[in-house]
Nanobody
């Protein structure tokens, strides 16, 4: 599975941004997909995950109620609303053939494929 993330950019505090992650290759094996983010000097942080049909979702507490993860056949999305300065990071998408499990989905070590990341900058 190859993943290509896009949609990052500069947005003001309180604004919105939509990230996309295009998947190609054996996309039928992407049972669980997720978004992670990372800032310099910090470990990669879980943002949200989603199962294939029926599309169960799980969010980090820091983004619950503001971010929405979704997917169609070949694209993963992250709608980010009410952005805060602490949301600024490089956002990466990931996928795995492992069956979705909320608690397991937060561990980046459980993912097999990663996109290259897209930078989100939030200005105050």
């Amino acid at each position: 599975v190859q993943l290509q993330a896009s949609g990052g950019g500069l947005v003001q505090v309180g604004g919105s941004l939509r990230l996309a992650c295009a998947a190609s290759g054996r996309t039928d094996s992407a049972n669980t997909m997720a978004w992670f983010r990372q800032t310099p000097g910090k470990e990669r942080e879980f943002v949200a995950s989603i199962r294939g049909l029926p599309g169960q979702k799980y969010y980090a507490n820091s983004v619950a109620g503001r971010f929405t993860i979704s997917r169609d056949k070949n694209t993963l999305y992250l709608q980010m609303n009410t952005l805060k300065p602490e949301d600024a990071a490089v956002y990466s998408c990931a996928s795995t053939s492992r069956r979705w499990n909320a608690s397991a989905s937060v561990d980046p070590g459980n993912y097999d494929y990663w996109g290259q990341g897209t930078l989100v900058t939030v200005s105050s």
